[in-house]
């Protein structure tokens, strides 16, 4: 008896440790969110999308596709394209009373949750307490995400990066148990990186697919690669209401233009040396060596690995046999390939390989393979620690690079804050409109995009005139939301009736109650509905009657119906 109380203190000391340990890794990374203003990052629309993103569910828009105020007012698809989760979320926090400035930051606290707990999940999971600590400090502190959050400010990325452990997490646990709650899991987690960055749902779900089969083999339950798949595809299906109109719908927008000079693909391949450079700088990424922002992979990390490489080359010296026969062997071979291919793909030496697969060029910066190459180097830490065989020098090589790896939250921090935050962070729609939409014109729809057409956008229209300006032809709105808008039409003579909307595929009209044809021959780009004479009541919609649109809602409710049906019996068993 004396002996299992003994046993349960030291288990209960060591869970407290954990928490305390957890929660300093938290506050390591999140400690310049508390300042009482915010900062500026290269991306600060993060403001005005989720001002954005509230307006339309205000509307009734769902799922937000519009955003009414981008396009200098004429509105673009926004949400249509560009990662609706983070700033769903956000908005959700924004409708609850907090102030913009406030539900970012909330969503920078929540990102770094998220990553905290999923990546001690896994590596609890995969090897004990220490590793959990390890993988968890290792990857929440990873330098790269400091680079997302308070240079880029790309969250979107950080957001989808947060789920990656809990992928590896459910696939593990279920491949082990056999519970349907892992499943659920790794639909969620899939579902939440598509929806946050498709860019790293690109990158990493391919690997993700490859750990399971490789997995599988090793534990030789290759039968459960089925469930696992379905859980995949369930996934993609789920997000089809998204990814399908964007992709069948891009080529309407002005997308691929950014695709060229700047910021073509070929200009932002990284080199070796990067990695190991410690210059961490709050500029921006070149042609060349000489970025003015950092790729290090953070000191802790690199001797994480080195350390590994020469732990498992001592004890191979050892004893051959039995460490190729050995679970942490295998999943640092898997591990470290995986590592080692994110990291070759960052480099120039893949570019045959972006040269010859276009949809790789989607990615745009090779350098964002080092999301998923961030979480593989952590994990190899966390396992690097259990190639010490003596408990003394186990305990001691963990703490020496726990608190190695603290020091990362250096890179926690802006370069500084604003002395006015509602100069970059404001939700106003008239500065949306006239300021940010300068920022932020990759999704105006095509015919507006020449230069003298965005020249002419940019000049104040007002919501609704006619081309002949007469005033024996009266128009009046009478309502003007973001995806629907109406107006009463007294004409004398014939005329076109102009909206300030620009004509995106999905938008459709009415007068008088029947669907009438908009003009689309318009050097600006926007509704135009040629009207006769008469009084007429028109009416402009955004709607889901394109193809793609269809085809995806169609495909996720499906979806939802099979995900409700196979685990909703597993919820109401274990209630």
């Known amino acids: 008896m004396l002996n299992n109380f003994f046993h349960k203190t030291i288990n209960f000391l060591k869970d407290y440790f954990v928490t305390i340990f957890l929660l300093i890794i938290f506050i390591a990374t999140n400690y310049s969110i508390f300042h009482s203003s915010f900062f500026h990052v290269h991306d600060f629309t993060h403001a005005a999308r989720i001002a954005e993103m509230a307006r339309a569910l205000d509307q009734g828009q769902f799922p937000v596709r519009w955003s009414e105020n981008f396009g200098y007012g004429f509105g673009m698809p926004l949400f249509n394209f560009y990662a609706p989760l983070p700033y769903f979320i956000g908005a959700i926090f924004f409708k609850m009373g907090f102030d913009v400035v406030a539900s970012i930051k909330i969503l920078y606290l929540l990102i770094s949750l998220v990553t905290l707990l999923g990546s001690y999940s896994l590596g609890r999971k995969l090897l004990g307490r220490w590793g959990g600590l390890l993988l968890a400090t290792a990857y929440t502190l990873a330098p790269y995400r400091a680079l997302n959050l308070f240079v880029r400010g790309a969250v979107s990325e950080a957001f989808a990066m947060a789920f990656l452990p809990l992928v590896i997490f459910a696939i593990v646990a ?224 963990g703490t020496l690079i726990l608190f190695l790896l603290l020091f990362n939250a250096v890179y926690f921090k802006p370069e500084k804050y604003l002395d006015d935050e509602n100069a970059l962070y404001y939700t106003d729609a008239a500065k949306i409109q006239n300021q940010m939409s300068e920022t932020l014109p990759d999704y105006i729809p095509k015919q507006m995009a020449k230069q003298e057409v965005l020249l002419q956008i940019n000049q104040k229209f007002p919501s609704i005139w006619t081309d002949s300006g007469s005033k024996n032809n009266l128009v009046e709105m009478t309502t003007d939301h973001g995806f629907e808008k109406l107006a009463n039409a007294d004409f004398r003579e014939a005329d076109v009736l102009n909206f300030k909307v620009a004509n995106f595929a999905g938008w459709e009209a009415q007068v008088n109650g029947e669907k009438y044809p908009i003009d689309q021959n318009n050097s600006l780009g926007n509704i135009r509905i040629s009207l006769p004479v008469g009084e007429h009541k028109v009416g402009i919609y955004f709607s889901e009657n394109t193809v793609s649109r269809r085809v995806g809602d169609a495909i996720s409710i499906l979806a939802l119906v099979i995900v409700f049906y196979f685990f909703y019996p597993f919820a109401k068993k274990k209630n």
């Not at 953070?298 to 001797?303: C, I, R």
């Not at 390989?353 to 961030?374: E, G, K, T």
């Open 174 to 397: 279920f491949i082990k148990k056999q519970d349907k709650k892992y499943l659920l899991l790794l639909i969620v987690s899939i579902f939440s990186i598509i929806l946050s960055h498709n860019l790293t749902a690109l990158i990493f779900i391919p690997m993700a697919a490859l750990f399971t089969f490789i997995y599988l083999l090793q534990q030789k339950k290759i039968k459960l690669i089925w469930p696992i798949a379905g859980s995949f595809l369930l996934s993609a299906a789920l997000s089809f209401f998204y990814i399908l109109p964007a992709f069948m719908e891009k080529d309407l927008t002005m997308i691929n233009s950014i695709f060229s000079g700047y910021f073509h693909y070929s200009h932002h391949f990284l080199y070796i040396r990067q990695f190991f450079q410690d210059n961490w700088q709050y500029g921006g990424s070149a042609w060349g060596p000489n970025d003015d922002i950092s790729f290090f992979l953070g000191k802790g990390q690199l001797l994480g690995l080195m350390s590994l490489i020469i732990l498992i080359c001592l004890n191979l010296f050892r004893n051959f046999k039995k460490i190729i026969k050995s679970n942490l062997f295998f999943l640092s071979i898997v591990f470290g390939f995986l590592a080692l291919l994110s990291l070759v793909m960052s480099l120039m030496k893949s570019q045959i390989l972006w040269d010859n697969f276009s949809i790789l060029q989607y990615i745009q910066f090779p350098w964002r393979f080092l999301s998923a190459a961030s979480f593989f180097v952590a994990t190899l830490l966390a396992i690097s620690i259990y190639f010490t065989r003596i408990g003394l020098y186990r305990s001691l090589y």
